[in-house]
């Protein structure tokens, strides 16, 4: 028996996704409806499991957190059932509904500091907080642990549909000691280095604690509040521009390369050449921060009134600094053939901006002007935080590395 869903993008019905008798997904856009994907432009065809089921896997949880929604499916596809039941809250401004709920009586709920420690306590066997009273209908990409909140006058709520979530939280991992003050350290970094070039719209981030559980704040870029109401922007990460699920994130087994996605920005940007000179800066701070995953579902479209552009980055921080045998040190994404920072030169950067058709000699002038006083910049800010024996790690990695870039 078939299953259907409606999707809506920013509020507006756009189409309806399908699930078959064999399992198999497919999607009709609507008359009129705005696409979803560069790569689902709307059209009359439908459009089959091959073209619809990498956009929409792409929305759901990976890993564990996946696998620990779905260990008691019995019957249908996993991704249309999460979908179904989480996915009124999705990245960007999509949703998924049966029947689109009323907006009446829709008032938030305030999440206590009680509720906030209970809910932190919970989230790695729970990580959409289905254990809890009217769980929220939202589906968090990716595999770390985190769930969403409505942040209003400095309190947290409980999302709805018509109160959709502007913060991301994101808890501590045993496995990652100091995780939150890596992720913290590197965020506000980036923010200060490369609001001096082209990104200023770097999330803010803040580490937060309740109850004497660690957490940390992270404003969502797909969000904005207009009149205090809460709008979505759309935005579609790199798998799902390209067409492919997850899985083929990283370049190891036939990923997503360098390369592709400099492709994907000079194809669709409404601005290539400043959103090209971004990429490159997202490049070199990974490597300069140690960041071997930063990975293709890292870097995103954002689709708003006034285009397609790349989206502001996230989820930055230092791998490098644990251990090989608990973190991969293999980089996401080759530079030159080469897959370990460590092993890079100056000649490598050279032969990736000219595989990336770019003049070496004036993309490596542009770097170096945006990364020259980053050791300054990353003492002073250290100083500014809650001490943490990670920033010294992270600033002993970036010491090493920027006479490259300097």
Known sequence: MSRKLNVYLCGEKSGVLTEDDLLQLSFQYLDNARPLSVRLPVRDESYSHAFAYPFFENLTPEGEAFEILTKDHVS?????????????????????????????????????????????????????LTGFDNPPRLSLAGAQSKFAVYKSEGKYFRSSDKYPTTHIIKIANQRFPNLLENELFCMKLAKI??????????????????????????????????????????????????????????????????????????????????????????????????????????????????????????????????????VDHEMAMLINGKGKYNSLRLKDFIALFENLDQNATNMIKTLKDIFSNIVPVAEKLKESLPRSLIYDEIIKLIKNRTPLFH
Not at 81 to 93: H, I, P, T
Not at 94 to 105: L, R
Not at 216 to 222: F, K, P, T
Not at 266 to 276: G, L, T, V
């Open 76 to 128: 249908g596809d996993k991704v249309f059932s999460v979908l179904d039941r989480f996915g009124g809250d999705c990245a960007g401004a999509v949703a998924f509904y049966e029947t689109m709920p009323s907006n009446e009586d829709q008032n938030p709920r305030e999440i206590s500091s009680s509720e906030m420690a209970k809910i932190i306590d919970k989230l790695p066997q729970d990580p959409l």
């Open 193 to 326: 280095i490369m609001s001096k070039g082209l990104d200023p719209n770097i999330p803010d981030v803040e580490l937060m604690e309740t109850e004497g559980r660690q957490y940390l704040e992270i404003a969502r870029y797909d969000r904005y509040i207009k009149n205090k109401i809460v709008h979505r922007i759309h935005q579609e990460d790199f798998c799902q521009a390209l067409g492919i699920v997850s899985g083929k994130k990283y370049q190891a087994g036939g990923g997503v390369k360098l390369k592709v996605c400099y492709e994907i920005i000079n194809e669709f940007s409404e601005n290539r050449f400043a959103d090209i000179i971004r990429f490159m800066e997202w490049i070199i701070f990974n490597y300069l921060i140690g960041n071997t995953d930063a990975h293709a579902k890292n870097l995103s479209l954002l689709h708003s009134d006034n285009g397609i552009r790349l989206a502001p980055f996230y989820d930055l921080l230092s791998t490098e600094v644990y251990p090989e045998n608990i």
